[in-house]
Structures are given as C-alpha cells and as structure tokens.
T-cell receptor
Framework: QKEVEQDPGPLSVPEGAIVSLNCTYS??????FMWYRQYSRKGPELLMY????GNKEDGRFTAQVDKSSKYISLFIRDSQPSDSATYLC???????????FGAGTILRVKS | NAGVTQTPKFQVLKTGQSMTLQCAQD?????MYWYRQDPGMGLRLIYY???????DKGEVPNGYNVSRLNKREFSLRLESAAPSQTSVYFC?????????????FGPGTRLTVL
C-alpha cells in the first residue's frame, strides 16, 4: 500500500463547477500538507500549504485537512479552463524537508 | 531570476549508455532534490542534498549517482541506463527557513532509454 493515495482521474467538469480533489494517507506522523499544480509538460508549482488540521482559503481555492481521518481535500470554486492541470498532493512529517507525493489527479475543465 | 534550470530538455539513450542530467538554481537555496515522475506513480525522490557537500538517498536511488558540485548545481548521473529508467526527471530546490519549505521545480528532462 502506498503511503499517499490519490485517484489519478481524469476528472472532467464544466466551467463554473465546484471541484473536489482528495488524498488519503497512512502515516500519522505527517503534519505538513501541500497541493502542487502541474501544467502539461511543466514542473509542479506550489498552490496551497497547510499545517496540521483545519481549513485554509486562498481566492477560489480551499485546502482542508482532517488528520483524524488521514484525509486531505482541495476545493476549487467557479472552476475555469485555466485550472485544467494535474493536481498533486504532498505531505511531510517535518524532518529533512522531504515530501511524499500522491500520484496526481488530472483535472479537465470544459468551457 | 531563472529559478531552477535543467539540461537537457530531452534525451534518448540506448541501454547501457551513460549520461548526466544537469540542474542549477539561482535562488541561493541550501537544499536540492532529484525526482522522477512516472504515470500513476507521482513524483518519487531519487536523491537529495540538504546542503552543499552532503547528499542522501531517497526512495528510488538504485542506478543513479549524484554530485552537489557547489551551492547552485546538483547533477544526476546514470552510469548504465536501463529501459526502466525511462521517465521524466525533475530537479527542485528549497530554502531551509522552517521544518518544511516550498520546493521550486525545474521544467524537467524527458529521458527515453531504448
């Protein structure tokens, strides 16, 4: 079993929809949770960063962490075609600045 | 600032050939990383360097070697390429201002081993 599980999709939604992307993990030592966005043939870029449990909002994006369930989510409101990308969750126990990545979910937003 | 740069962008090798992937960053970061990305597998850490002069194995180090040439540069070498090393390779760098810092990624090198 992988430490971090993420449905690879693809997830296809119409423009304006609310998108929910999720990851589950098995290592209870993870405390730092990130979402990276990767456009086709580009390197990943950090989108959201949260520590421990709770919610964090940035514009149309909300990151949610539930450590009791070992489950993290990224919500995208009013999705746009420019949001079409692969979304990778990543997490760390805080030692050595090493990240464990999920497989990534391919999102396609249709106009 | 160019950020993280990688060369080459594309490479085709025959089984048994060797090559070095180059990475440089201009953000004065202490830590640098090499990942490979395969379909359905996400990013997997090959090697990392927490600071100049140090390197450590990651999740999938077999078949690779690294050199932290100086603070800016971190190279990845394949001594005898195998088809299983066909992948997209990403270099990343980060500061060490806190327990977990944002990693900045390069554009990647697409490697095919025939």
């Amino acid at each position: 079993q992988k430490e971090v599980e993420q449905d690879p999709g693809p997830l296809s939604v119409p423009e304006g929809a609310i998108v929910s992307l999720n990851c589950t993990y098995s290592n209870s030592a993870f405390q730092y949770f990130m979402w990276y966005r990767q456009y086709s043939r580009k390197g990943p870029e950090l989108l959201m960063y949260t520590y421990s449990s709770g919610n964090k909002e940035d514009g149309r994006f909300t990151a949610q962490v539930d450590k009791s369930s070992k489950y993290i989510s990224l919500f995208i409101r009013d999705s746009q075609p420019s949001d079409s990308a692969t979304y990778l969750c990543a997490m760390s126990d805080g030692y050595g600045n090493k990240l464990v990545f999920g497989a990534g979910t391919i999102l396609r937003v249709k106009s | 600032n160019a950020g993280v740069t990688q060369t080459p962008k594309f490479q085709v090798l025959k089984t048994g050939q060797s090559m070095t992937l180059q990475c440089a960053q201009d953000m004065n970061h202490n830590s640098m990383y090499w990942y490979r990305q395969d379909p359905g597998m996400g990013l997997r850490l090959i090697y990392y360097s927490a600071s100049e002069g140090t390197t450590d194995k990651g999740e999938v180090p077999n078949g690779y070697n690294v050199s932290r040439l100086n603070k800016r540069e971190f190279s990845l070498r394949l001594e005898s390429a195998a088809p299983s090393q066909t992948s997209v390779y990403f270099c990343a760098s980060s500061d060490t201002g806190g327990p977990v810092s944002e990693q900045f990624f390069g554009p990647g090198t697409r490697l095919t081993v025939l």
